[in-house]
RNA sequence: GCCCCGUUCGUCUAGCCAGGCCUAGGACACAAGGUUUUCAUCCUUGCGACAGGGGUUCGAAUCCCCUACGGGGUGCCA
């Protein structure tokens, strides 16, 4: 283990962000290559707004992005606890040493940081007043992306609120000193603070630790301006879940919005995210959120599953969907998956694409309907193609082709005059899986039963 | 307003720190062809960017300055 600790500090207010989740994998990521700990600190300074159920979710969606922490809650370390809201004694110490420093003042009955330096009233046009202002040192804030950033601070800040709590920026600084934190990578919205927060530390006699402050992860062009709200689709970490994404392809993708490896591979495990992650190469500028890449990077995870787990995985989108149960035949739900697995680009839609597999009350594309059955002739076809099937003494994809093939030979057509017409009797629709297979699969009875309907309801 | 950080194809990005190998590479998306006698897969091709202006240099996407634009901060929110 090495001395690398880095925290992942989320306040339970609302739903949990697709930005919120990628700062815990960058944090994640540079503890796991580093041998370091990953410590979960629950920011829940304002009571007003922390929800239990936020919380809840927030646990939920780590775990199912497997971003496992080695502190924090549930998990104790010797630096916890892991709850801001639990911590007040070692924030009134703290506090009190400031003001054994003569660093903190009370004034409205908040207790305010003191700066040092020569101190002037101006006009401040934002707070549209004049206001009292001090000529601080610049500080230097070292910055793993983006080198060193100077800024200086020019008014004292609160550090505990009339109503006895403490501020964030204070509390901050406080865990990130008591909890022996070395990196503090979080979102650049940050950066402009962190000459507060590097402030506090000076003021503790602390030494900072090294920042990294992450690009803001922005809207799609075609949502609007501005950084990723809650709002916007595809924002919240429970979407994914819920729409059955696979957690590594969320990951993948989280971990590509303002890092690359560098190379052209793009498809990345896990595994290979910690090995590969380099804090240096993370981009400045702000990455704008893109649903389709997020989907292809699933369909690409989904394609290179095992069948098993492809299966084990599927399995549970179906019976979600009431397609399937837990008495569903393994074997005949693995045929049937086989072939979509290369198709189907989503769990999310295999449902619809597979359902008559699984079912007999399967959707009718219309489309599919008026291009394939309205043919002259349509239902001549299945006329003729039912009984060599029905004939078939095996069913496997060798017999049913060369039965096709006969009957194309004898009427001198092509196989593919069939071809559409039994696909969309026994599917619905006319695009799908690979044909032959599909029949096999679907098996003699069902196919026989299917095209004798068809037969009867589509008949002139 | 003030301060900080940014700006390469529509999008994510490689190249920038150590200037020439860049007629700027890849991926997604899009378009066209092809394969698959189905298709949402797959293959091929195409489309498409160094924000603008100055400077430094034999040479700049790469270094410097200015402008524009974008983002963030400026809370007794985090």
């Known amino acids: 283990m090495s001395d690398v600790r880095v925290r992942f500090a989320p306040s339970p207010t609302g739903s949990t962000h697709i930005g919120t989740a990628r700062t815990a994998l960058f944090n994640w990521l540079y503890a796991r290559q580093n041998d370091g700990v990953f410590v979960l600190r629950i920011e829940d300074t304002d009571k007003e707004r922390n929800t239990e159920a936020a919380l809840e979710e927030l646990l939920d969606g780590l775990e199912w992005l497997g971003l496992d922490w080695d502190e924090g809650p549930g998990k104790d370390g010797p630096y916890g606890p892991y709850f801001q809201s639990q911590r007040s004694d070692i924030y009134q110490a703290h506090l009190q040493t400031l003001k054994d420093k003569g660093r903190a003042y009370e004034r409205d009955g908040a207790v305010y940081f003191k700066l040092e330096g020569e101190r002037y009233t101006e006009f401040d046009s934002y707070a549209n007043a004049e206001i009292e202002k001090v000529r601080a040192e610049p500080v230097v804030i070292d910055d793993l992306i983006r080198g060193q950033v100077t800024r200086k601070e020019e008014r004292d800040f609160v550090i505990q609120r009339s109503n006895g709590d403490p501020s ?54 075609r949502e609007g301006k501005g950084k990723m709200s809650k709002r916007d689709k595809g924002a919240l970490i429970s979407e994914y879940k819920e729409r059955n994404f696979l957690p590594e392809a969320v990951v993948n993708f989280i971990a590509l919005l303002g ?52 299966v084990s995985t599927a399995r549970a989108s179906l019976e979600n969907a009431g397609l399937a149960s837990s008495d569903t035949d393994d074997a005949y739900l693995s045929s049937a998956l086989a072939l979509c697995q290369e198709k189907i680009d989503s769990f999310e839609n295999l449902p619809e694409f597979a359902a008559y597999f699984f079912s007999e009350d399967y959707a009718v594309v219309e489309k599919a309907e008026k291009k394939v059955m309205q043919k002259d002739g349509a239902v001549d076809r299945l006329d003729e193609i039912a009984p060599r099937l029905a004939a078939l003494e095996k069913w496997d994809q060798t017999s049913i082709d060369s039965a096709f093939n006969q009957l194309a030979d004898e009427k001198d057509l092509k196989p593919f005059a069939w071809y559409p017409v039994v696909r969309f009797a026994v599917s619905g629709t006319n695009s799908g899986p690979d044909f032959l297979p599909m029949l096999e699969t679907l098996g003699k009875e069902r196919v026989l039963k299917r095209i004798d309907n068809a037969r009867e309801r589509y008949r002139p």
């Open 259 to 310: 890092w690359s490896p560098k190379d052209d591979q793009e498809s990345l495990t896990i595994d290979a995210l910690v090995s590969r992650f380099n804090l240096n190469d993370v981009q400045k500028g702000g990455a704008r959120f893109d649903e389709k890449k997020m989907s292809h990077l699933n369909f690409e995870r989904m394609k290179s599953m095992d069948l098993s787990e492809y």
């Open 168 to 221: 964030f920026h204070f509390v901050n600084v406080v865990d990130d000193i008591e909890m022996k934190i070395t990196h503090v990578i979080r979102g650049e919205d940050h950066l402009s603070n962190t000459s507060k927060h590097v402030e506090l530390f000076n003021a503790f006699e602390a030494t900072p630790p090294k920042f990294a402050h992450l690009p803001m992860i922005l809207k799609d062009p």
